[in-house]
Antibody, heavy 114, light 108 residues
Framework: QRRLVESGGGVVQPGRSLRLSCAASGVTFSSFGFHWVRQAPGKGLEWLARISSDGRNKTYADSVKGRFTISRDNSKNTMYLQMDSLRSEDTALYYC???????WGRGTPVTVSS | SYALTQPPSVSVSPGQTARITCSGDALPKKWAYWFQQKSGQAPVLVIYEDNKRPSEIPERFSGSSSGTTATLTISGAQVEDEADYYCCSTDSSGYQYVFGDGTKVTVL
């Protein structure tokens, strides 16, 4: 059974960093591009970033460009999101996903608060 | 930056047809995807590539696209179809993805 499991969320102070992980199982991870999507409390879905299957091509939403970095390690079947200079408006549930499918994780919560 | 526009809410009686629109300048050349999200759950894909339905999605869900507007139709809406629905597509470059703001569908 294929699964995506996010981890690494938590409470962090403004200006600090956090790294999220997304572990894949039951799928040929290295064959697919993956995305990070977030959802602030009571708000809609916001696309953040995409990484190609080989990790060479990355694209970002304007709202996180320069602060967030997407990466992957195909030998570990894991994708990452390095989040720097965090702001209160980054508080959200963060999902990893094979976006244009129903293959999503359950999300990991991030709270940015002093 | 590129944006997709959806109505905030749609209400329909059980058994009636609900239509949700999604407008964006790049839609004539880019696929639209539709997600259903129920409270506390991860999104579920209900339509991909404008009008294709995953095998596990009921036939009452259909999609279409014409010009700058994509439409999700729920024919014979059921109470269990109450959810938030999001369209998703890319900008003209095909590299930046975007979600619409979502439409809350109420069936009562």
């Amino acid at each position: 059974q294929r699964r995506l499991v996010e981890s690494g969320g938590g409470v962090v102070q403004p200006g600090r960093s956090l790294r999220l992980s997304c572990a894949a199982s039951g799928v040929t991870f290295s064959s697919f591009g993956f995305h990070w999507v977030r959802q602030a409390p009571g708000k809609g879905l916001e696309w953040l970033a995409r990484i190609s299957s080989d990790g060479r091509n990355k694209t970002y939403a304007d709202s996180v460009k320069g602060r967030f970095t997407i990466s992957r390690d195909n030998s570990k079947n894991t994708m990452y999101l390095q989040m720097d200079s965090l702001r209160s408006e980054d508080t959200a549930l963060y999902y990893c996903a094979k976006l244009t499918t129903s293959f999503w994780g359950r999300g990991t919560p991030v709270t940015v608060s002093s | 930056s590129y944006a997709l526009t959806q109505p905030p809410s749609v209400s329909v009686s059980p058994g009636q047809t609900a239509r949700i629109t999604c407008s964006g300048d790049a839609l004539p050349k880019k696929w639209a995807y539709w997600f259903q999200q129920k409270s506390g759950q991860a999104p579920v894909l209900v339509i991909y590539e404008d009008n294709k339905r995953p095998s596990e999605i009921p036939e009452r869900f259909s999609g279409s696209s014409s010009g700058t507007t994509a439409t999700l139709t729920i024919s014979g809406a059921q109470v269990e179809d109450e959810a938030d629905y999001y369209c998703c597509s890319t900008d003209s470059s095909g590299y930046q993805y975007v979600f619409g703001d979502g439409t809350k569908v109420t069936v009562l």
